[in-house]
């Protein structure tokens, strides 16, 4: 059993910044990998990134390469998402998610959601 609480979330200009960060608890020890989604309304969970747990080789989306930035401090068994230059479509609900699977691009892969925070990027 692993739980996980997001935080950072908000509103902030195009172009600004904000810092996830997605705290676990539990039996976080089986975890292979922990990953960022979103989802926009009327539109499917999306893939944003994933870090695999031991090693930290991380994983994008194509929409985020080069501004986002996941990363994962296994002392704390906390990972974070940092966005920079973001853009109106970047406007979602973000979860944080946990797997003990192997496709770390499917939401299907993941056993654990976070309860998911608001992220509003205005122009």
């Known amino acids: 059993q692993v739980q996980l609480v997001e935080s950072g979330g908000g509103l902030v200009q195009a172009g600004g910044s904000l810092r996830l960060s997605c705290a676990a608890s539990?039996?976080?020890?089986?975890?292979?990998?922990m990953g960022w989604f979103r989802q926009a309304p009327g539109k499917e969970r999306e893939f944003v990134a994933a870090?695999?747990?031991?090693?930290?080789?991380?994983y994008y989306a194509d929409s985020v390469k080069g501004r986002f930035t996941i990363s994962r401090d296994s002392a704390k068994d906390t990972t974070y998402l940092q966005m920079n230059s973001l853009k109106p479509e970047d406007t979602a609900v973000y979860y944080c998610?946990?797997?003990?699977?192997?496709?770390?691009?499917?939401?299907?892969?993941?056993?654990?959601w976070g309860q998911g925070t608001q992220v509003t990027v205005s122009s």
């Open positions: 998610a946990s797997t003990t699977g192997w496709n770390v691009y499917s939401p299907n892969e993941y056993a654990y």
């Open positions: 539990g039996r976080t020890f089986s975890n292979y990998a």
């Open positions: 870090v695999k747990w031991r090693s930290g080789f991380t």
